[in-house]
């Protein structure tokens, strides 16, 4: 098996979807926005960055999930994302979506999801001490994505306090 593709961003994906993912709830994969107006329609959303996985749930919960693969280096070595690669994203999905009339006035703005979570590919099942803090203070979960699809959940903050 070709280790340089075992941390891309669709195989995080997918290891989500297989592992951590109710079968009963709706998923929606790269979720952009669409500020081209139809001609039919009054008002458009706005969403940016664009969500990676949005999971809604039957209970209806909904979460977003943040999912950073790892990189080939320039060297050829494996380059694995920080958490805080992926965290600047996610403290954005705390505030998406934006629905708007074509006139510009608001019709709804943001804090749609009741959970974010970053999804980060990794070599070893570690957090270090500067990620975990910064993990402490937000409101945004975690999961190592390791070799071979294996997935390490941590709790998301808001659920531990």
Known sequence: MNNTNIYSEDIVAFALYRQCIARDSQVFF???HNLSFRGDRQWYYY???EVDVIEARNDGITVGYELKGSRKHKSGALDFPDVFDAMGQAMAYLDLPGVHEKSGRSLFVGGVFDFVNVVCA????D???RETRGLSIVPIGAMLALPYGRL???PVPELAR
């Open 122 to 125: 990794r070599q070893t099942p």
């Open 47 to 49: 969403c940016s960055p």
């Open 152 to 154: 390490l959940t941590e």
């Open 127 to 129: 957090l270090d001490e």
């Open 30 to 32: 790269k979720f952009h």
